[in-house]
């Protein structure tokens, strides 16, 4: 006979309303970045979360530190010996079918080994989403459930990208009247006293911003949205930033299409507008314009996060944005040396953050759970090196080659490979690249796998940090190449204080302002797993910190 203490355990578990684990990833939101650097003063709602929370030492990303394999670690609990996702552009499986220069794209779920966080809730009988998080497409078999709903824009078709037209750009049929291609679709438009007319869509000129977003509205003087319904659904967005007798400069979003793994986008889209991926600063738009855009890709993120809660109301929830990621690779250098306009820019970027926080934390009721998390963290870099000039230079070019902070061995095992002794094709890489004077350390399968798992089918042979400044580029020719500006990069050695990634949780079960010592990302699974009260993915081998 259950004891009575049971008895009332499992009734008031009954009576209790279900909880929903929300697990956001804030993509290259470094540890270090937000406890130290005044640029990510802005993020107060995180801060809060922390003091009523948990919050980690940082987490250990994947090795080497990059956006698709960290992220791999985050969902399935293992790092890349198991999962086969090692990079962000890994080596092709099975060896015997490929030869060592052949890549996938580690952001696909086409090579992941391992069950994600999403399958494992799944079988075990609980409704999950996963928005615009890597390894959800293609929707394979292994990677998908009934009762979970992926949602993808990243690896799907790119119908025409983020584009910039002129005057000289459009192609006019009247004094007022003009057309204009975007990918394979033609927008007819017309010029007005205020602006321009696309499709019967309002674009009215409006000032460049010229501050963060405390306040006011995000994207403000954008268009209201276009609904395309081919050559796939999607809704388009314009900008008017300048229009004068002479020129003009109009901004139209990215036709992208929005993957689903069950059902349809449509809705979605048509009531909360359409997808924006990844923003490019480039020279055809300033910094402040750029800056908008990530405003336009943040606010539909978090509008398509809002609906995807209200209307599947699943118990877990997964989440991805890219804005820390691309201002750190953008602006993190220049601010490091003390550029004012990177500074600046950094602020306003981390103010569009947490206006996003903003908006999506009031999902959580108090009876949910909420992971904040991040892949890895972010370095300033001025100088470049060449790894495989490097080795082309020592005769290596046709033996070795470099895969993302590490070198892949034309061993015997890969299809037309032609190295029978790795071990001493692998002394003379690691002779070569000490004789750069840039790199720092150097690591092995054998000998660190186990800390880093680095070893498996898709691993490389040898693993190596640098100098600190420096990141690698692989351009023909030159063994140190130029470098226009400083950057941020990604990448190193994972357990350098740079690398490690944030973790915060809040919820009823985390008590205030928790301190948890340095965790690894293939913790995160794990935890997520604890906190809904199932089984972790299959294969995790990491340790919720509960």
């Not at 540890?31 to 929370?53: D, F, I, N, Y």
Request: aromatic letters at 8%; a positive charge; charged letters at 20%.
């Amino acid at each position: 006979m259950p004891s009575p203490i049971r008895v009332l355990f499992f009734l008031l578990c009954l009576a209790a309303p279900a909880q929903t684990v929300y697990l956001f990833s804030l993509d290259g939101l470094g540890h270090q970045l937000l406890t130290k650097s005044p640029v990510t003063a802005p993020l107060k709602t995180l801060r809060r979360l922390a003091a009523r929370g948990a919050m980690a030492d940082g987490i250990q990303p994947a090795f080497p530190s990059a956006t698709g394999n960290s992220h791999a670690a985050l969902w399935t609990g293992v790092y890349g010996d198991v999962s086969n996702i090692t990079s962000n552009s890994q080596p092709y499986l099975p060896r015997a079918a490929h030869t060592f220069l052949e890549r996938n794209n580690g952001y696909r779920s086409d090579q992941l080994a391992a069950e994600p966080l999403w399958v494992s809730a799944g079988r075990q009988g609980l409704k999950s989403v996963a928005y615009q998080a890597p390894q959800v497409f293609p929707f394979r078999p292994f990677t998908t459930h009934p009762n979970a709903t992926l949602i993808n824009g990243y690896q799907s078709r790119q119908i025409a990208g983020h584009t910039i037209l002129r005057r000289k750009d459009l192609i006019f049929d009247s004094p007022t009247g003009f057309h204009f291609k975007h990918g394979p679709l033609t927008l007819r438009g017309t010029l007005t006293a205020t602006g321009v007319t696309v499709e019967n869509t309002v674009v009215r000129l409006a000032p460049v911003e010229t501050k963060p977003p405390l306040q006011r509205p995000l994207a403000r003087h954008f268009s209201d949205g276009l609904y395309l319904a081919d050559p796939v659904p999607a809704v388009i967005y314009f900008r008017l930033f300048e229009f004068t007798a002479a020129d003009l400069l109009l901004y139209v979003s990215p036709i992208q299409e929005l993957a689903i793994s069950q059902g349809e986008a449509t809705a979605m889209l048509r009531e909360a507008g359409g997808f924006i991926g990844n923003t490019h600063f480039g020279p055809k738009l300033t910094t402040s314009q750029s800056l908008e855009v990530m405003e336009l890709l943040t606010r539909q993120n978090a509008r398509h996060t809002l609906w995807l809660a209200e209307h599947l109301r699943p118990a877990l929830f997964i989440g991805y944005i890219p804005i820390c990621d691309e201002l750190g690779h953008q602006f993190l250098g220049r601010h490091e040396q003390g550029d004012a306009d990177a500074t600046r820019a950094m602020l306003w970027g981390f103010t569009i953050a947490e206006r996003w926080l903003q908006q999506v934390a009031p999902l959580v009721t108090k009876q949910d759970h909420l992971i904040i998390t991040a892949d890895h963290g972010m370095a300033p870099i001025s100088k470049l090196v060449n790894v495989n000039e490097a080795l082309r230079r020592a005769g290596l070019g046709k033996a070795a080659t470099h895969v993302y902070n590490s070198v892949l061995i034309n061993t015997t095992d890969w299809k037309g490979g032609t190295v029978q002794n790795r071990d001493a094709v692998r002394a003379l890489v690691r002779k070569t690249l000490e004789e750069t004077g840039v790199f720092t350390a150097f690591y092995t399968p054998e000998e660190h796998g186990k800390n880093y798992g680095i070893s498996g089918p898709a691993g490389s042979d040898l693993y190596f940090d640098l100098k600190p400044g420096f990141s690698v580029r692989d351009t023909v020719g030159e063994l140190f190449p130029p470098l226009d500006k400083p950057i941020g990069s990604h990448g190193f050695v994972p357990d350098r204080p740079d690398m490690l990634a944030t973790l915060i949780v809040a919820g009823p079960r985390i008590g205030k302002a928790t301190k948890w010592p340095r965790l690894k990302s293939i913790d995160v699974a794990p935890l997520a797993a604890k906190l809904l009260g199932i089984e972790p993915p299959k294969q995790a081998r990491g340790r919720s910190p509960l």
